[in-house]
């Protein structure tokens, strides 16, 4: 049984650069979470996708954006990337299409992207 | 938004010792879910947890949603129990919700 994968791992790009990190859900999942987590702190919400759709955005400009395909694997996109953009992203990916909606998160290793 | 705070923020123990970790949250959660995060940064769900008691091995939790409040019990802690711990919370109306996570547990178990 798959879990959530992620690529790439590590990850360099330079201030203004754009970058796209990609997830694959674990198998029978349909919805698919972006977190970024800061050096030292608890991961912050950045959105969620269900049925190819953005379903939930937390407080993050638009620079930060997404997709879902078909097969529920997605991809995180962020633009004009600064300095403080440099965190681990994590994807993790639940059940969300029948009751309890809130299933249990499953997370990937993430990536460590670095922004110089 | 919903605060959530955790303690303590730090925990040295030695192996074999036993601890609590408190999750206190600010608002109505209909979704609290508790994680452990490895040296590897690796995030590993513990347990779904929005009311009540569950126990799995070692560990074990319990909320009490109208107190506002999560603990998780370690028992006969290992060193591979070292880590942060996170509690995460939400609330969904009828959708799935994004969870606010707290600044976690640091947990380190000497041999």
């Known amino acids: 049984d798959a879990g959530v994968t992620q690529s790439p791992t590590h990850l360099i790009k330079t201030r203004g650069q754009q970058v796209t990190l990609r997830c694959s859900p674990k198998?029978?999942?349909?919805?698919v979470s972006w977190y970024q987590q800061a050096l030292g702190q608890g991961p912050q919400f950045i959105f969620q996708?269900?049925?190819?759709?953005?379903?939930q955005r937390g407080n993050f400009p638009d620079r930060f954006s997404g997709h879902q395909f078909p097969n529920y694997s997605s991809e995180l996109n962020v633009n004009a990337l600064l300095l403080g953009d440099s965190a681990l992203y994590l994807c993790?990916?639940?059940?969300?299409?029948?009751?309890?909606?809130?299933?249990?998160?499953?997370f990937g290793n993430g990536t460590r992207l670095t922004v110089t | 938004g919903i605060q959530v705070e955790q303690s303590p923020p730090d925990l040295i123990l030695q192996e074999g010792a036993n601890s609590t970790l408190r999750c206190n949250f600010s608002?109505?959660?209909?979704?609290l879910q508790w994680f452990h995060q490895n040296p590897w940064g690796q995030l590993i769900n513990l347990f779904y947890?929005?009311?009540g008691t569950k126990q799995n091995g070692r560990l074990s939790a319990t909320t009490v949603a109208t107190e506002r409040y999560s603990l998780l019990y370690i028992s006969s802690s290992q060193t591979t129990d070292s880590g942060v711990y996170f509690c995460?919370?939400?609330?969904?109306?009828?959708?799935?919700?994004?969870?606010?996570f707290g600044k976690g547990t640091h947990l380190i178990i000497q041999p």
């Open positions: 993790a990916s639940s059940l969300g299409s029948r009751e309890p909606y809130n299933s249990p998160l499953h």
């Open positions: 198998s029978g999942h349909d919805t």
């Open positions: 996708y269900y049925e190819e759709e953005e379903r």
């Open positions: 608002d109505s959660v209909n979704n």
């Open positions: 947890i929005p009311s």
């Open positions: 995460a919370v939400g609330y969904s109306g009828g959708g799935a919700d994004g969870l606010t």
